[in-house]
T-cell receptor, first 114, second 113 residues
Framework: KAGVTQTPRYLIKTRGQQVTLSCSPISGHRSVSWYQQTPGQGLQFLFEYFSETQRNKGNFPGRFSGRQFSNSRSEMNVSTLELGDSALYLC?????????????FGPGTRLTVL | KQEVTQIPAALSVPEGENLVLNCSFTDSAIYNLQWFRQDPGKGLTSLLLIQSSQREQTSGRLNASLDKSSGRSTLYIAASQPGDSATYLCAVRAQGGSEKLVFGKGTKLTVNP
């Protein structure tokens, strides 16, 4: 069974631009969560989607948004990029919504903002 | 607010040694605890998941324990190998609120041949 896939793997953008990241969960998984990883802050929760609905959201500004499609694929969008948005963005999928379910992570998208 | 701490931040051992990585968390209201491995520049690989009602889980040379009442977990790696070199992350799934995974900063393990 294929794992979680994320595209693109690497991105370079300039300040003020916007970016869209994509995540395809493991087949049959309906929950997708997004995390941001930086050297200073570590891994921080962005949001979780389940059956096309945002269930939970972390403490990030409104420039960070996401959505989930009927096939469970998810996209994350960051508008008006800032230098501090440079990070590894990780997507995780699970069979059920948060709680008891084990999460499986993708390889991440490395975003560099210049 | 749930906080997860991992000690030590870095660990270097000779090949073949048995070792223990520590994780502590401040709020015992958790669904489960998960140990991950992360290689440089890569995503997270799930190693073990322990539900809050369980005391330990084993997979191959790995054994993870959970003491929810004291807010502690350990990851035991037997007969370490150079291929075990990576950063090991502990994360707890908080009950209530966003039910997000709260991560520690990790322990960077180096196993020397």
């Amino acid at each position: 069974k294929a794992g979680v896939t994320q595209t693109p793997r690497y991105l370079i953008k300039t300040r003020g631009q916007q970016v869209t990241l994509s995540c395809s969960p493991i087949s049959g998984h309906r929950s997708v969560s997004w995390y941001q990883q930086t050297p200073g802050q570590g891994l921080q929760f962005l949001f979780e989607y389940f059956s096309e609905t945002q269930r939970n959201k972390g403490n990030f500004p409104g420039r960070f948004s996401g959505r989930q499609f009927s096939n469970s694929r998810s996209e994350m969008n960051v508008s008006t990029l800032e230098l501090g948005d440079s990070a590894l963005y990780l997507c995780a999928s699970s069979l059920k919504a948060a709680g008891l379910a084990e999460q499986f992570f993708g390889p991440g998208t490395r975003l560099t903002v210049l | 607010k749930q906080e997860v701490t991992q000690i030590p931040a870095a660990l270097s051992v000779p090949e073949g040694e048995n070792l223990v990585l520590n994780c502590s968390f401040t709020d015992s209201a958790i669904y489960n605890l998960q140990w991950f491995r992360q290689d440089p520049g890569k995503g997270l690989t799930s190693l073990l998941l322990i539900q809050s009602s369980q005391r330990e889980q084993t997979s191959g040379r790995l054994n993870a324990s959970l003491d929810k009442s004291s807010g502690r977990s350990t990851l035991y790696i037997a007969a370490s190998q150079p291929g075990d070199s990576a950063t090991y992350l502990c994360a707890v799934r908080a009950q209530g609120g966003s039910e997000k995974l709260v991560f520690g900063k990790g322990t960077k393990l180096t196993v020397n041949p």
